[in-house]
C-alpha cells in the first residue's frame, strides 16, 4: 500500500515541476516495486546476525559527504548503503544546497500547499547529493519560548503542526527520499536536553504534542527519530508504552525508530521499540550479539527491526539489486535528479515572502515608497545576511540574496548602510589578557583537549562580547566560573558579559570532536560597540526613514536564556528612534522575543530565518511587490514575567533534571486566554497591507465533524491574502481539561481589493475529541459548544453555538 503512495506523490511531482525521472521510465513494473515483503523476508532470513547487526546501528561512510549518519548495506547481496542527512531547513552537508527559510517561517504561511514545496526542494536536493533519508521534519510543539530549536519547529498549536508536517512529508518523499519525523517526544527545549526528563499528562501527550507525530506517520513517514529526555521517567528511545504500544500497536506504524544521536541508553533499547542506535553502535553493536547469543534478546526483535529497516528501503526501490543469493544483474537502482536549483531557489523565496509576519505598521510606513525618502539601512543582517539558525539545520546557501543590495535595486532615494553593531570582533590586545591569546590561534589534533586559562584587565566596565572560532570542536568559555559562550562545531559562537572594571578569569576549554581544529578568539569592547551605534543614529539622523535589521542567533543545543534581543540591540534600536522617529524593524529571530522599543517604532516586519533566498523576500515585502500575509504560530509575551512558565522553575527550565508541563492542555495561546493574560503579540496574528473583515459565520454538523463558512472581504486597496481561523470553545458536556479555545480550522484566501469570497472551513472530529485519562481512550464531544471565527486567537468577531450529539 504505501509504495503505491509513494509513487503517486513522485508522479505528481515529476507532472508539476516538470522535472527529471526519478526512476527509469519503466519504473512502474520494474523490481524495485514488485519485491514483495515476503521477498524482504527471506532476503533478511540470508544475511549472517552480523549483516543484520549492521543495519541496527550507525557506521562510519568511507565515501562520506559529510551526512550525520550511514549504515553500510549488504554488498554481498546487493542491499546498499544508506546516508541519513539533516535536516529541517535544507540539506546539512559539507555540499552547497537549497538553504529554505525556517520550518516556522513555513508554518507562519498557514499554507499547506507550500509546505509540500518546501518538502519537495528538499527531497529533491538531498536524492541529488546522495542521500537516502532525511533526518526531518521536526514537529515538536513550541513549549516555551526560550527553546532553542522553536525556529526548527512549526508551531504552539498541533493542528497547524499536524497540516504543515504531513504535506511537507508528502514532498520530501514524493521525490525519493525518506523522511524522519523527530523528535519522539516531548522534545521542547534544548536546556539539560541529553538528560531532562519530561513529567507529561496523558491528556496533553495526546491532545497536542502527539498528534503532528500521527499525521506524519499518517501521511507515511518511513522513520521516526526518538528523543533524547525522558518522557515520565522512561528514555524516549526505550519507551516501551511510546514506541511499540503508541506507534505499533496503536497507530500502525509500519516505518523503523531510529534514535537520536546518542539517545540510546541500553540494548534492550532494541525490545522496547528502538531499532537503530544511531550515530555508532554503542549497545546495538557487540552488546547486542552477546545479548542475543546468552538469550537475553530473542533473535526475532533483531530480524523485527532489520526488516522494517528493509521494508522501507524497498518502497524506495532500493533492493531493485537485492536477492538471498547476491546483486541481480542488469538492475537498476532509482535515478538521482539534478539538485532543485532555480526551482528551490523560488520556492524558498515563496516561503519567506509567505512566512514573514507583519507586527506593526503605523501611518502606512510601510510598504517604502518614494514618499519614505532616504533611508538608513543599520544592521549587519542587511549586509550579512541571516540564512538559518544553528546546529544540525544550518545549510550551507548555494545562493544567497543580502537584503541591502536588494533594497538598493528597489530605492528611489539616497541609501546609507551602518552595522550598528560589528560584532566580528578584533584580537583581545596584549596588555588586556595576560598571557596573551597565540596571535595564530591554537590547534588540535583529533580528539585533543586544551584549556587556555589567562587573566583578562578591563579599565571600561560594560558588556563585552567574545568569540571563539572552533569549527571541529566543542568549547567552553568561563569568566570568573560563569559560562559566557558553548559551541559546538561553530564557525563562530559568541557570548557577551557584563565585566566591571578589572582583573577577570579567562578559561576556554577546547576538544576536537570531528577533525584536527585551528581555534581563534576575539571580543568586541563596549568602546566598540558605542562607537558603532554612534555612526548608526547618525546615519538615521541623516535619513527620511531608518530600517533596522536585528536578530538572534538561535540554535540547537543551547536555550535562549533572555526573551531580549541579544547584544543589547534594543539600545541600538531606541537610540536610532530617538534620532529618527520614522523607523522600521525587521527582526531575523527564531522565536518570540520582546520589543521594549515596540511603541517608539512605526513598523515591525518578522522574517524569522529567512533562507537564502531571504534578502529578495525582505526587500519585496518592504517595497510592497509582495504583500505580507504570514501569522504568527506562537504567542509572543509582553514579557519574561507574562509567560506561561514564568515564576515556576519546575514548569521550565525543570528542577533537579525534571520539567512538568504543568499546563497540561493549555499550552501558549491557550494559556493566555485562560489566565486572561495579554500577550504583545497573539497567536495567529499578523498584518497585511490591506484590510480584511468577516461576516455571514454559519456552522453545521457533519458527518466528518462541523462544516463552517464565512464570508471574508477585502476592505483595502490591495490584493493581499487573509487566513480566517476558526477556535473551538469548551464542550459543556464534558468535566476534564479544556482549552477556553482552540484552533480547529483555517484557510488561506486570496482577495482583489473589494472582493469576497464564501470560504469553507471544516473541522474535522478530531478537534471535536478529549482524551480521556481515566479511561485512556478518546470520547467524543456530545454538548453545547461555541464556535469562533477570525483572524487571530484574540480578535475573533463572529461566533455561533452548536449542539452536538
Ligand atoms: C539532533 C537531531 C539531528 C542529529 C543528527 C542531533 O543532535 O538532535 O535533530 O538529526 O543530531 O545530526
Known amino acids: 500500500m504505501k509504495s503505491k503512495r509513494v509513487l503517486a506523490g513522485a508522479a505528481t511531482a515529476l507532472a508539476v515541476l516538470g522535472g527529471y525521472a526519478l526512476w527509469p521510465a519503466s519504473a512502474a513494473s520494474s523490481d524495485a516495486r514488485s519485491r514483495t515483503d515476503e521477498q524482504v523476508h527471506t532476503l533478511v532470513q540470508a544475511m549472517t546476525l552480523d549483516e543484520k547487526i549492521s543495519f541496527v546501528h550507525g557506521s562510519t561512510d568511507p565515501e562520506s559527504r559529510g551526512q550525520a549518519g550511514f549504515i553500510p548495506g549488504v554488498k554481498r547481496l546487493g542491499v546498499p548503503p544508506l546516508r541519513l542527512t539533516d535536516g529541517p531547513a535544507g540539506i546539512h552537508l559539507k555540499e ?25 526542494v528538499i527531497g529533491r536536493d538531498g536524492r541529488a547529493l546522495g542521500q537516502d533519508v532525511l533526518l526531518s521534519p521536526m514537529t515538536n510543539i513550541i513549549r516555551v ?76 513517514a518511513s522513520a521516526v527519530m526518538c528523543a533524547y529526555n525522558k518522557v515520565n521517567s522512561v528514555h524516549a528511545c526505550e519507551n516501551d ?109 515563496r516561503v519567506a515572502e509567505q512566512g514573514a509576519v507583519l507586527l506593526k505598521n503605523k501611518q502606512d510606513t510601510l510598504p517604502l515608497s518614494t514618499r519614505s525618502g532616504s533611508l538608513a539601512v543599520i544592521g549587519q543582517p542587511a549586509q550579512k545576511p541571516v540564512i538559518g539558525g544553528g546546529g544540525s539545520s544550518e545549510v550551507i546557501p548555494n545562493t544567497v540574496t543580502a537584503p541591502l543590495d536588494e533594497i538598493r535595486k528597489r530605492a528611489t532615494g539616497a541609501v546609507a548602510y551602518q552595522p550598528g553593531l560589528d560584532l566580528t570582533g578584533t584580537r583581545i590586545p596584549e596588555g588586556a589578557l595576560e598571557p596573551a591569546f597565540p596571535a595564530d590561534g591554537i590547534d588540535l589534533g583529533y580528539g585533543e583537549e586544551k584549556t587556555f586559562t589567562s587573566q583578562l584587565t578591563v579599565k571600561t566596565g560594560g558588556l563585552y562580547t567574545f568569540n571563539v572560532s572552533a569549527p571541529q570542536s566543542v568549547s567552553l568559555l568561563t569568566i570568573d566560573g560563569t559560562d559566557v559562550l558553548r559551541g559546538s562545531r561553530n564557525k563562530a559562537a559568541r557570548g557577551a558579559m557584563q565585566l566591571k572594571p578589572g582583573t577577570h578569569e579567562v578559561k576556554l576549554q577546547l576538544r576536537a570532536i570531528r577533525s584536527t581544529d585551528h581555534v581563534q578568539m576575539s571580543w568586541v569592547t563596549p568602546e566598540a560597540v558605542a562607537a558603532d551605534r554612534a555612526k548608526a543614529v547618525e546615519a538615521a539622523r541623516q535619513a527620511q526613514t531608518a530600517v533596522v535589521f536585528a536578530f538572534d542567533e538561535g540554535t540547537e543545543g543551547f536555550d535562549r536564556t533572555s526573551l531580549s534581543l541579544p547584544f543589547e540591540q534594543d539600545k541600538l534600536i531606541d537610540a536610532v528612534t530617538r534620532a529618527n522617529p520614522n523607523t522600521v524593524v525587521v527582526l531575523n529571530t527564531g522565536s518570540a522575543v520582546t520589543m521594549p522599543w515596540l511603541n517608539r517604532v512605526k513598523a515591525v516586519l518578522n522574517m524569522y530565518y529567512p533562507g537564502g533566498m531571504g534578502g529578495r523576500a525582505t526587500a519585496r515585502l518592504l517595497y510592497g511587490q509582495a504583500n505580507p500575509s504570514g501569522r504568527l504560530t506562537q504567542t509572543f509575551p509582553t514579557s519574561e514575567e507574562h509567560t506561561p512558565v514564568a515564576g515556576d522553575p519546575s514548569a521550565y527550565p525543570g528542577r533537579d533534571g525534571v520539567v512538568t508541563y504543568r499546563e497540561g492542555v493549555d499550552v501558549g495561546y491557550r494559556w493566555y486566554d485562560k489566565t486572561g493574560t495579554q500577550p504583545l503579540f497573539p497567536f495567529g496574528y499578523g498584518l497585511s497591507y490591506t484590510s480584511f473583515s468577516y461576516s455571514h459565520l454559519t456552522v453545521q454538523p457533519s458527518r466528518k465533524g462541523l462544516d463552517v463558512t464565512l464570508r471574508v472581504r477585502n476592505t483595502g486597496e490591495r490584493t493581499g491574502s487573509d487566513t480566517p481561523q476558526v477556535y473551538l470553545g469548551p464542550d459543556s458536556s464534558w468535566q476534564g481539561q479544556q482549552p477556553s479555545k482552540a484552533l480547529a480550522g483555517y484557510t488561506k484566501v486570496t482577495l482583489k481589493p473589494g472582493q469576497q469570497r464564501t470560504v469553507r472551513i471544516p473541522v474535522d472530529q478530531d478537534s471535536l475529541r478529549h482524551w480521556n485519562a481515566s479511561t485512556h481512550q478518546w470520547d467524543t464531544s456530545r454538548g453545547a459548544r461555541t464556535v469562533w471565527a477570525g483572524s487571530s486567537a484574540t480578535q475573533l468577531p463572529l461566533h455561533a453555538r452548536v449542539h452536538l450529539r
Open 96 to 120: 552547497k544546497a537549497t538553504a529554505m527559510p525556517a520550518p516556522v517561517a513555513l508554518a507562519s504561511s498557514f499554507n499547506d500547499r507550500l509546505a509540500r514545496d518546501f518538502g519537495k
Open 145 to 220: 519560548p526560550y527553546g532553542g530549536r522553536n525556529f526548527e519547529t512549526f508551531a504552539e498549536d498541533p493542528l497547524i503542526s499536524s497540516r504543515m508536517v504531513s504535506q511537507e512529508i508528502s514532498g520530501i518523499q514524493g521525490e525519493g527520499l525518506m523522511a524522519t519525523v523527530k523528535h519522539f517526544v516531548a522534545n521542547n527545549q534544548e536546556r539539560d536536553r541529553q538528560t531532562l526528563d519530561a513529567q507529561v499528562g496523558e491528556q496533553m501527550l495526546r491532545e497536542v504534542e502527539l498528534p503532528p507525530f500521527k499525521a506524519a506517520l499518517t501521511s507515511g
Open 241 to 349: 508504552e511510546l514506541l511499540n504500544h503508541v506507534l505499533r500497536e496503536q497507530w500502525d506504524f509500519e516505518g523503523w525508530v531510529m534514535s537520536d544521536w546518542s539517545a540510546t541508553h541500553s540494548t534492550k533499547s532494541l525490545s522496547k521499540g528502538l531499532d537503530q542506535e544511531m550515530p555508532l553502535g554503542n549497545y546495538l553493536d557487540a552488546p547486542l550479539k552477546k545479548a542475543i547469543a546468552d538469550g537475553s534478546i530473542p533473535q526475532r526483535d533483531v530480524d523485527a527491526s532489520v526488516t522494517r529497516i528493509l521494508t522501507q528501503m524497498n518502497h524506495y526501490g532500493l533492493l531493485a539489486c537485492a536477492t538471498p543469493d547476491g546483486p541481480q544483474e542488469g538492475c537498476a537502482l532509482p535515478e538521482r535528479p539534478k539538485p532543485a536549483g532555480d526551482m528551490g531557489a523560488r520556492i524558498a523565496q
